[in-house]
């Protein structure tokens, strides 16, 4: 059984104040019995606060990005070791601003993934298909490519590090969600496209996150679905209200 995961990117939102008001009310309002797995991923100028104010929480703190050089002359840039010197030890990469607003092309992604591999940290890898590339049914193959280019360099032992979110670029933060079928259609897909490469074993203990505009009314019916085993959340979990109504519903 694959554990549920419910991770929240709270993207350039939310100052040192108001995340700490966010996380205060995360703990009160998210059981600490709760078996889903949680993430946070605040900004880079809050990561340190929040992974003081979580350390007994069973919340884990996640950074948005990182760097892929191990350090030198990158300007404004953060790196794997930099997050781990401060208990930072997953990242989101490959998000679809991060590919469309600052250029990260596919191999830019998979060296990302190579170094928190090496620095043995865990990644949220995203990928999904514009709203183009579904109007003309090519998102099967959109999709294989992103997973290909930027994952298929790795090990089957590296996918015990690796938690994929499969994020349709039209659904991110449009109020438009996919349909639980639509979805549960290309988790399976996402699924068998890793079975292959990599066998059954990786790919049945491998989770699978959906995100694009996950809300509390709609996530169970997501989170139902044999293949999904969780979502990346944006909007919604910016409101502590909201994204603990979100865990609740991955049971
Ligand atoms: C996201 O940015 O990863 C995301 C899923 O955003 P939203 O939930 O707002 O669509």
């Known amino acids: ?131 183009k590339d579904r109007q003309d049914h090519n998102y099967k193959n959109i999709v294989e490519h992103q997973l290909r280019d930027g994952l298929f360099h790795l090990e089957a032992s590296d996918f015990a590090r690796i938690i994929l979110a499969y994020e349709p670029v039209w659904a991110i933060g449009t109020g438009e969600t996919a349909s639980p079928e639509q979805v549960q259609e290309m988790h399976a897909f996402i699924r068998e496209v890793i079975r292959q490469k990599y066998g059954r074993d990786v790919a049945e203990n491998l989770a699978i996150l959906y995100g694009g505009s996950v809300k509390p009314d709609n996530a169970e019916e997501l989170f139902g679905k044999e293949d999904v085993d969780g979502g990346l959340i944006g909007g919604a979990a910016l409101d502590a209200k909201s994204f603990a109504a979100i865990v609740a519903a991955a049971k």
Request: charge should be negative; include cysteine; proline fraction near 2%.
């Open 1 to 131: 059984m694959r554990t549920k995961i419910v991770a929240g990117n709270w993207k350039m939102h939310k100052n040192a104040e108001e995340t700490e008001d966010l996380i205060n009310q995360l703990i009160e309002l998210v059981p600490s019995e709760s078996t889903t797995r949680i993430i946070v991923a605040p900004t880079f100028t809050n990561l340190a606060s929040a992974v003081d104010h979580l350390e007994f929480i069973n919340i884990d703190v996640a950074a948005q990005n990182m760097h892929q050089a191990e350090g030198g002359a990158y300007t404004g840039e953060i790196s794997a070791s930099m997050l781990q010197s401060i208990g930072v030890n997953t990242v989101i990469l490959g998000h679809s601003e991060r590919r469309a607003m600052f250029h990260e092309t596919d191999s830019i992604i998979a060296d990302k993934v190579s170094t928190a591999m090496k620095h043995e940290m865990e990644v949220i890898f995203c990928f999904g298909e514009e709203l």
